[in-house]
C-alpha cells in the first residue's frame, strides 16, 4: 500500500484512465447539504491567494487493467469523487455559456472524457449502471432524460444553479487548490475488503468537539493556539466531563449552546458544521470573546452533569433529580435559568421552583405516554417565552397553553392514566425516581434505590400469587391482576425474597421483614389494615394521587380564553379553520421559521420531505395530489422543490394545510410540526 498527498485535478486529469465504482458500492447519495458545503469551500479557496489548499479527505484505489489504459477500482472516496465530477460537468456548462469555449474544452478533455478510447469507456468515472446513466445525461452524451429520481442529476441541477458566469474562474481555480491522500494498494498483496472495512469502520473517530477545537485553533501561531488551549478550551472540556466517570460531554454541550442561541438543535453529527457555519473569526479578539461566552455557560452545565458540586442543598437536589431522570433535552433552557441566577435576576426560590416545574411537564407526560419527541423543541425556544420580571408565571403560562403532542397533561388526564399505568415494567431510572420521590418527598431522611441492591421492588399482590391469594379473594382475583404492576400495587422492600408470594397477612406480620416493621413511609398504611383486596389497594391508590398531585403539580394559574401562547401540530388543524389566519410562526426538524406565510410553510415541508423520501413522492399516489413534475410550464404557479422538480402551489391557506398533512402522513415523519397562529 503506498500513501500519499496529491492533487484532485493530477489524479482526475490522468490520460486514458477510468476510475471505476465497483458493484458492492452504493448508490451515489450525496444530498444538496453536503454539496453546499464543498461549493462553498471551493469559492471561499478560489477567491483568495491567502489559501493555499483544502483537504477533502482520502481516495483509496486497486489499479488493474493493462497499463496502457489503467483501470482505477475505487475503494473508498467513490462519494466526492462522482460528486467532483458533477461539479466539473457543471463548470463546463457555465464556461460555454461565459463563452469561454477554451476552459470548457479543457475541463471535459482533462476531467469528464477520455476522447481516444472507446465509446464504452469515454467517461472518465464509470458509476454503477443506475449513476451511469444519469451521468451520461448530465454529460450530455445521453438524449433521453432519467424517468426515475438521481441524486447525481438533482447535485448537477444544484452545482449549475449555484454558479454564476461571474464565479467560473473562481471555482475553477478553488477546485485547483484541492488536495486528498491518495492511497494505492497493491492487488497482490492488500486485501481491498479489510482495508475498506477498516476504512469505514466506527474506530476512534475525532469528536464534534475534536473538530470545533481543531478549527478554532488550527490558524493561529503556537503562542496564540498555546494560550486560547490553556485559558479557553482547556477548561471548557474540564468543565463539560462528568467527575465520575470521566466521559467527555463536551459536544453535547456545544450542541446545547448552539441550540439555545439560534433556534435550532444540530444533529448529533453535525454540531461542527453548525458551528463552523455559524462562527467565523476575523480576528483573535473575536474568538476569545466567543469562547469567553461558552466557558461561562460551560461552568453552568458542569452543575448539570456534576450535580453535587452545586453549593446549595435544595438545588443540588433538583439537579440531581434531573439528571437521574435524564431530562437532558431541558439543557439548553436551564443553561438560560442559571446564566439569569447568576446575574441576579432570580432568586434561589425561582430557580427551584423552575425546576420543579419542569420535573413536573416531563414526568406528567410520561405517566401519559405523550411522545417525547416533541420534548427538544419545547425546551430549544422556551425562554424566549419567559418575562424576567414575573418569571415563574410566564413559564407556567407557556407550557400550560401548549396542545397537542406539546401539552401539559392536567390533573384529570394524570389520575385517568396512573390508575392502569404498568409503572414496574419500565426503565429502572424512572421506576426508582417514581417510588424514591413517593417516599422521600417532604423528609429529611431519604431512602435510596440506586446504588443499593438491598432494597428492591415489592409486589404486595404478588405476580404469582400462591394458592391462599385466590381463596381468600375469591371473585376479586382476576380483577386484582389486572392492578398488579400498577403504583397501588408497588412498594420497595430489603426482604424481598422473604415475603415472596405469601398472603398479604403474612408479609405483614413477618417479624423484623415484614410491613410493619418497615421504617418507610409508603407502608405505614399497609401495616394498619387486615386485607389486601380491591377497596384497600383502591384507598393506598388514593394516598399515592393525592401526594403525586403535591409533588409534580399542575399550575393553579387561570388562563384566558383564546390565549395567544398556543402552539397546535398542524395534524390537529382543521383545514377550513384557517382561513384568513396567518402564523406567527412555524417549527419543524427543531428549526423554527419567523412570520411565514402559508406558501413558506408549503415550500418547506415539501423541500425537507422531498429530498428525504424522494421515492414516497414519485412512487405512491401523492404525486398526484401535490401536482409534481419536471415541467413547470404544466402548472398555475409551480413551486421549486428540489433542483428538478416542482409542484403547484396556486392554493388557498386550507388547501395547503392539506397538501401539507398529506405530505406528513405518506411520508409517516418522525417529527411533529408545530404551528403558531396569531
Known sequence: ?????????????????????????????????????????????????????????????VQSGISTEPLLTIIDGQQRLTTLTILVAALTRKAK????????????RRYLINEFREEDEKLKLKPIKKDSEALKFVLGIKDKEMDTFSRIIENYNFFYE????????????????????????????????????????????????????NYILIGLNAKTQNKIYENYWLEIEKNTTEDNSQISRTSDFIRDFLTFKFSSIPNLNKVFDVFREKYEFENTDELIKLLDEIKHYSKIYNYFINPETFPIDSVRKN??????????????????????YQQNKINIEILNEVLEIIQSFVWRRFICGVATNALNKIFMDLYKSIDEDNFVYSLQVSLVTKKGSQRFPNNEEVLRELKHKDLYNIQAKNRS???????????????????????????????????????????????MKTYINTAANLTLSAFNTELSNSYFTVKRDLPEKGYKASPLRMDKFLA?????????LSLRRQWIEKRFLEIWNFPDIKIEENSTFDEINLLDIEPESVRHQSMDYFIFFETKYE????????????????????????STELKERVKLTTDPNTLGRPMQISQSYFLESNLSASFIVQRVQKILEFCETDDDLMVKLK
Open 1 to 61: 500500500m503506498e500513501a500519499k498527498q496529491n492533487l484532485i485535478t493530477k489524479f482526475m486529469q490522468q490520460q486514458d484512465v477510468q476510475f471505476l465504482i465497483p458493484v458492492y458500492q452504493r448508490n451515489y447519495d450525496w444530498k444538496n447539504e453536503h454539496c453546499k458545503q464543498l461549493l462553498t469551500d471551493i469559492k471561499k479557496a478560489g477567491l483568495t491567494d491567502k489559501i493555499a489548499s483544502h483537504f477533502i479527505g482520502s481516495i483509496v484505489y
Open 97 to 108: 455559456e461565459a463563452e469561454n469555449k477554451r476552459l470548457a474544452d479543457e475541463l471535459t
Open 162 to 213: 449555484n454558479i454564476s458566469i461571474d464565479e467560473v474562474e473562481i471555482v475553477k481555480n478553488g477546485f485547483q487548490k484541492l488536495v486528498f491522500i491518495e492511497i494505492a494498494l497493491d492487488h497482490a498483496n492488500d486485501d481491498p475488503q479489510k482495508i475498506f472495512q477498516s476504512l469505514n469502520s466506527t474506530g476512534l473517530d475525532l469528536s464534534q468537539a475534536d473538530l470545533i477545537r
Open 319 to 340: 439537579l440531581k433529580l434531573i439528571k437521574k431522570l435524564q431530562i437532558n433535552v431541558s439543557y439548553p433552557f436551564i443553561l438560560q435559568v442559571f446564566n439569569a
Open 433 to 479: 425516581y417514581f417510588l424514591e420521590r413517593i417516599e422521600n418527598y417532604g423528609h429529611k431522611i431519604q431512602t435510596t434505590i440506586d446504588n443499593n441492591s438491598d432494597v428492591t421492588i415489592e409486589h404486595i399482590f404478588p405476580q404469582r400469587p400462591n394458592p391462599e391469594w385466590r381463596e381468600k379473594l375469591g371473585e376479586q382475583f382476576e380483577e
Open 528 to 536: 394498619e389494615i387486615d386485607e389486601w383486596n380491591l377497596e384497600t
Open 595 to 618: 412570520k411565514p406565510n402559508w406558501q413558506t410553510l408549503l415550500k418547506t415541508v415539501s423541500t425537507i420531505m422531498f429530498e428525504r423520501e424522494p421515492h414516497i413522492f414519485l
